[in-house]
T-cell receptor, first 113, second 114 residues
């Protein structure tokens, strides 16, 4: 049973455009929702994260939108740049279960010139 | 500050061989995790530890064993490797209990079982 569903699987965006990746979760006990960025040959690295008591969080060009009632959250990358080309994973965890991260299946983003 | 270090980075095993993957963290983190990453499946949790001397099963534990004899080290063992264990393995660590704590990942170990 996949507890965190991520879409799309791949995304191609022109430079300067907006990249949007969506995730949906099932477990209402999740209390932490991070997004990880992974470049080829590297480990995932935290990009931005949100708690369920906040509907939006922005850090530079990256914004998380969170809809608790719909059990959905999304990552928006504004003014997308070629350097943003990477694989993005949404994840969720629950403090009461050793804060284990459950990951989505990933989105491969390519930003073209 | 090395963070999370995994050794080896690459390994080719024959079916039936055994090996141990080492994860070391220098951040004094309580929690450590082993994940495997396969195309189209994201990262799946194999085993985890909430402190020295503790281990627990994750989502896909079969065929793997772990040990955490020292707080800074978390070992992942394959007793009899199978082709289905061909994957990229990532270790991660986290400070401990409490929502909102960042998990730090190592660079990964690419394992091929032939």
């Amino acid at each position: 049973q996949q507890q965190v569903k991520q879409s799309p699987q791949s995304l191609i965006v022109q430079k300067g455009g907006i990249s949007i990746i969506n995730c949906a979760y099932e477990n209402t006990a999740f209390d932490y929702f991070p997004w990880y960025q992974q470049f080829p040959g590297k480990g995932p690295a935290l990009l931005i994260a949100i708690r369920p008591d906040v509907s939006e969080k922005k850090e530079g060009r990256f914004t998380i939108s969170f809809n608790k009632s719909a059990k959905q959250f999304s990552l928006h990358i504004m003014d997308s740049q070629p350097g943003d080309s990477a694989t993005y994973f949404c994840a969720a965890s629950h403090t009461g279960t050793a804060s284990k991260l459950t990951f989505g299946t990933g989105t491969r983003l390519q930003v073209t010139l | 500050n090395a963070g999370v270090t995994q050794t080896p980075k690459f390994r080719v095993l024959k079916t039936g061989q055994s090996m141990t993957l080492l994860c070391a963290q220098d951040m004094n983190h309580e929690y450590m995790y082993w994940y495997r990453q396969d195309p189209g499946m994201g990262l799946r949790l194999i085993h985890y530890s909430v402190g020295e001397g503790t281990t627990a099963k994750g989502e896909v534990p079969d065929g793997y064993n772990v040990s955490r004899l020292k707080k800074q080290n978390f070992l992942l063992g394959l007793e009899s490797a199978a082709p289905s264990q061909t994957s990229v393995y990532f270790c991660a660590s986290r400070p401990g209990q409490g929502a909102g704590t960042e998990a730090f990942f190592g660079q990964g170990t690419r394992l091929t079982v032939v």
